[in-house]
């Protein structure tokens, strides 16, 4: 098979033949693709992955297919995510060096990024419903949402290839579609692909019939379409992490597109508390505080590494058209208070995509093995309740909402509540 042959789904018994001949691939995991062992391990909403075992090494093969995976060819979705995927990733690895993956090959027209093996790394997710902890978590996490953010703005950018880049992103038009769809707006009324779990009517009653969450959960759709504030993963939860037991690595960024610099933390923060409100459904009492508590720590200690990294940044690297130097301390002022503004901006959008993120893993289409691992439904429907009704005072209240502290508060007085 030649690289520029016809685009391809890949199979475990194909793959050798389509990656035998390129040197960045056998200078890793050998020349004998006979003997290469491959496996399909998808197990996301969209693609192929491929775990590919050679004798001295191991690589990841992702392609994209032609459509949602788990709808299937009823929705066609473009091969070009692998092209913003693999773009993200580059842009990513530059900005906060050893975050990402390493990717060794792209092939465009056949969709497909190989890339470094994680091992013994496992998705984020899997860890937080076993209750595993994870050394130096919440740096990478807060420090990769803060360099990444910075770094992509016109903060730091030159302006022109801030706005090229912009415009390159925007062909990323049918993956921000989702976002705006399933995320931003089908939870907030019966579409077609929503489900949830029996006995959580009353609550999305209570949701749906309040139009001034509707009102606000539109306004920060208006801010995900207007505000192409910097480069964003675009889907940064709980499975686009993979960790051991002290390193963790950022996978996944096909929804990477311009936008509010709070949509990251806030997605990422929201991924944590509904680990945090999942939890009774997991564990015994006698393991339950300790461990949630542990989330709540990470969520905070998110938070402080992003604004101190931010700010960081801010002093050091602000070389863009943004707040510029020459305007401030060139000046002679202090730009701390323009500074604060900007983090509280941040922070308000963070929490409304938070909260969004909330409703949109119970009520819309693609939810979160947190909850869905839960097999008693009345149990699961119970702590639901309590992650939508928090969601809802987020999105309403995210200007009062000062601070890590007060979320905190919050998800505990929400933990400790019965609604259904
Ligand atoms: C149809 S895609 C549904 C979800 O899967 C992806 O991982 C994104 O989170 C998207 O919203
Ligand atoms: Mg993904």
């Known amino acids: 098979m030649k690289d520029d042959s016809e685009y391809e789904p890949l199979t475990s018994k194909t793959l050798p033949d389509r990656l035998k001949n390129l040197a960045s691939v056998t200078s890793l995991i050998g020349k004998q693709s006979e003997e290469w062992k491959v496996t399909e391990v998808g197990d996301g909403n969209l693609n192929l992955v491929f775990v590919v075992h050679g004798k001295e090494a191991s690589l990841i093969v992702k392609q994209a297919l032609p459509y949602v995976r788990i709808v299937g060819d009823s929705w066609p979705l473009p091969l070009r995510r692998a092209f913003f995927e693999h ?11 050893g975050s990402v993956p390493k990717i060794h090959y792209f092939n465009e027209k056949q969709a497909i990024i190989v890339m470094e093996m994680l091992s013994p790394h496992l998705i984020l997710r899997k860890k937080l419903i076993s209750g595993e902890y994870v050394k130096g978590l919440a740096k ?29 992103f925007q062909g990323n038009v049918e993956l921000m579609g989702i976002t705006e769809n399933l995320i931003f707006t089908d939870p907030y009324f019966d579409a077609e692909m929503n489900h949830h779990t029996e006995g959580l009517e009353p609550i999305i009653e209570t949701l749906r019939s309040d139009v001034s969450l509707k009102r606000e959960a539109q306004k920060m759709l208006l801010k995900f379409t207007a505000n192409t504030e910097t ?22 960024p096909e929804f990477g597109f311009y936008g509010p610099i709070g949509f ?34 990470v969520i905070e200690e998110i938070y402080s590494t992003f604004t101190s990294e931010f700010s960081n940044l801010w002093h050091n690297e602000r070389h863009g058209i943004l707040f510029p130097k020459s305007l401030f301390e060139g000046q002679g002022h202090s730009s701390e208070a323009a500074l604060c503004d900007m983090l509280q901006h941040i922070w308000s959008d963070a929490l409304g995509v938070c909260g969004i993120e909330m409703h949109r893993r119970i009520l819309s289409l693609a939810h979160n093995a ?44 929400y933990n400790s509540e019965t609604h259904l």
């Open 140 to 168: 990478t996490l807060g420090n990769f949402c803060a360099r990444t953010a910075f770094r992509g703005s016109d903060l730091s950018l030159p302006t022109s290839e801030k706005k090229k880049d912009t415009a390159l």
């Open 231 to 252: 480069l964003l993963h675009g889907d940064l939860h709980s499975g686009s992490v993979m960790c051991t037991d002290s390193e963790t690595k950022i996978i996944d």
């Open 370 to 413: 947190d909850f869905e691992d839960i097999s008693d439904l009345k149990i699961r429907s119970r702590l639901e309740a309590r992650n939508l009704l928090m969601g809802r005072q987020l999105i309403l209240e995210r200007d009062q909402i000062k601070n890590i502290s007060a979320l905190q508060v919050l998800a505990r007085k």
């Open 87 to 97: 773009e993200t990733l580059t842009r990513q690895a530059a900005r906060d060096p």
């Open 264 to 297: 990251d933390i806030g997605m990422l923060i929201s991924n944590f508390l509904m680990a945090y409100f999942s939890q009774p459904g997991h564990r015994s009492q006698e393991n339950l505080e300790d461990y949630q508590d542990w989330i709540l720590s």
